[in-house]
């Protein structure tokens, strides 16, 4: 699940290999195509089952039932509700938090192409399930509740979540326990919600953006990390790129949200300080957030007479994160991503799809706002078009759904072939559908966890861990190196599947007409 971050430096290719690879993978995938709106469909899926609380009467993801009714009731606040993480059983505030600030950008960004698919309505539900429980946890303007359950009880029972019988004790930064990471993070999350909820529900868009602006007020007056305040999370989620990427983030979506100066300011000002303009990442991350701040910034100088006056500052932050889409291309002078021998960016061993998926969603909404302003992308080794980085976002993602070498999709229900053995709780345990009996802490290791078959449920739309960086992956329960999933990778890649199911569309309306 959670992971340090290590930047890599490895070796460059010559530019004319570079491009020339980019142009080979923009020519071939048209041999091969993959159905990118069954992948939408299936991504969205994915988040009903890692519901936690009461679900609701149109859940679609029958082997799931309620669980976690009593969350914060020894606390005397209601927390029910949210995302379980991962293949886990806790509630866990940052990667909620990020999970839901990436589904919304991507139906911001792709908001059209969702709807076209049949699938705006279930964007917005897993979304709002994400931003009721932030504004349950929000209980007063410097409070925010930020985790329920602890991994450490949580590791030590393999139980389905409608069964539990650990720790759900809830934890909390105020004032006197800062955490401007997290608040920061759920502070992006409500306002970047806030924008989609503006035209269908207005009074809920207000109070979204009423708890975002709180919390960044919050997170800005009372600095430090959360990992500090709320020791429990450190080895599952501790921030260890710190707050100051947070607060940058969370300044930039209530920018978007608000169109207020003030917040515009904040991300200027405090550009240098906060390392928004000094940090060149490889990496877009649950914990590190400097590449999507830099990434959006540049996209406020394409906007040149709105922002000309800021230009300055904006081509420093459009540097670094021109730094980062470079580093993706391989067309850095020293410091680009690796990549496995299938052509897969591979940034770390544990959970790498993260990075990929992130990758992807960048490089796919970095390409249509150069495409839409007519710019191309300048790297040290050569500019590349827009056209050539969506054409290497759809190799990471026709990766990750099959063209590699084990021949499989690391979208789980996608293809003939995929993981069958997903580090799930629920999952890998016979459904309470099935059987209601109560399954115990160590009955769920000892009848369930070792088993050689696959799971009894299908973990639809999750994106695993995924292979080495030989390519090679082994599909057993206790690997969760690279069986387990987590919400913010499949978050991220619900806006380029439904980009490239728009492009892949058009593409074959003229075969069709023609035949």
Not at 313 to 329: G, N, T
Request: hydrophobic share 35%.
């Amino acid at each position: 699940m959670k992971k340090g971050n290590v930047q890599k430096n490895i070796g460059c290719l010559t530019l004319c290999t570079a491009l020339l690879s980019l142009i080979t993978i923009f020519i071939i995938p048209i041999c091969e195509s993959f159905n990118y709106g069954q992948a939408l469909s299936q991504s969205l899926l994915y988040f009903e089952s890692q519901r936690s609380g009461r679900l609701p009467y149109n859940q679609r993801v029958t082997w799931r039932h309620h669980s976690a009714l009593t969350d914060g009731l020894e606390q005397g606040v209601d927390l029910v509700g949210g995302y379980y993480d991962a293949g886990d059983n806790v509630k866990f505030g940052l990667p909620m938090a990020f999970t839901i600030t990436l589904l919304s950008w991507g139906a911001i960004e792709y908001g059209e192409q969702i709807a076209a698919a049949g699938e705006y309505a279930h964007a917005l539900e897993a979304i709002k399930w994400g931003t009721d429980y932030f504004i349950k946890a929000h209980t007063q303007p410097n409070v925010l509740w930020v985790e329920v359950g602890d991994g450490d009880t949580d590791h030590y029972c393999w139980q389905r979540p409608e069964d539990m019988t650990t720790s759900r004790q809830a934890y909390k930064v105020d004032s006197n326990n800062p955490g401007s990471d997290v608040a920061g993070e759920t502070a992006a999350a409500l306002a970047a919600a806030s924008i989609l909820f503006r035209r269908t529900n207005p009074h809920y868009s207000q109070l979204l953006l009423h708890h975002a602006q709180q919390l960044f007020e919050f997170g800005d007056k009372y600095k430090g990390k959360y990992d500090e305040s709320v020791g429990v999370v450190k080895g599952y989620y501790a921030s260890v790129s710190g707050y100051m990427d947070e607060l940058l983030w969370a300044a930039v979506w209530l920018y978007r949200a608000t169109q207020k100066e003030e917040y515009l300011t904040y991300f200027l000002d405090k550009a240098y300080d906060f390392g928004g303009t000094t940090w060149a990442m490889t990496e877009f991350s649950w914990d590190v957030k400097y590449v999507g701040v830099q990434a959006i910034a540049s996209m406020f100088l394409m906007e040149e007479k709105k922002h000309k006056k800021h230009q300055v500052i904006l081509k420093q932050y459009r540097s670094k994160a021109e730094h980062y889409l470079c580093a993706c291309l391989n067309l850095n002078n020293i410091t680009n991503v690796e990549r496995t021998p299938g052509g897969l960016l591979y940034i770390r061993q544990w959970n790498n799809m993260q990075y990929v998926a992130t990758a992807s969603f960048l490089l796919t909404v970095y390409s249509d706002h150069l495409l839409a302003t007519d710019q191309k992308l300048h790297c040290q080794k050569g500019e590349v078009g827009p056209h050539e980085m969506l054409a290497f976002a759809k190799s990471q993602v026709d990766y990750i759904l099959g063209t590699n070498p084990m021949a499989m999709s690391y979208l789980v229900g996608y293809g003939p072939k995929f993981p069958q053995k997903v580090h799930h709780r629920g999952a890998s345990i016979e459904s309470y559908g099935e059987n209601k009996g109560f399954i115990g802490c160590t009955q769920g290791y000892d009848n369930w966890y070792g088993r050689v078959e696959p799971n009894p449920n299908v973990l639809i739309g999750a994106l695993v861990g995924g292979p080495d960086i030989k390519d090679q992956f082994k599909d057993e329960r206790r690997n969760y190196i690279q069986t387990e999933a987590c919400t913010y990778n499949t978050a991220a890649l619900v806006g380029v599947f439904a980009r490239l199911h728009q492009s892949h569309a058009h593409a074959e309306t003229p075969l069709v007409a023609s035949s």
